[in-house]
């Protein structure tokens, strides 16, 4: 005859495995949404140091008389820019200053 064994306490492999695979998926999404937010304040970052170096390059014009011909031109109209004028996104992108429609423009994020 065949005994029954009572079942002890514990998970079976099938039930680990669905458990780990369940908290894989969310896991996924969660990284997913976070490399999205990095990507947007970044993005969002870039475009204020465009705002505050613009706002610069007007202080400097109504001092000196004439647009700025360069971003480094703002560097005393601006409080310690540590990093303003690269892109957060990536520090290797300067921002640049366009003396023809005098703004500050970035390659990766374009303000029009």
Known sequence: MLEHRKREGGFTLVEMLLVLSIMGI???IAMATYVYAVANSRAIACHA????????????T???GTPPTDIDDLAPYVRKSGGLTRCPSDPTVELQWDPVRE???CELHPTD
């Open 26 to 28: 969310i896991v996924m």
């Open 49 to 60: 140091n465009q705002r505050v170096l613009g706002d610069a390059a007007r202080v400097y």
């Open 62 to 64: 109504a001092d000196q």
């Open 103 to 105: 703004i500050v423009t």
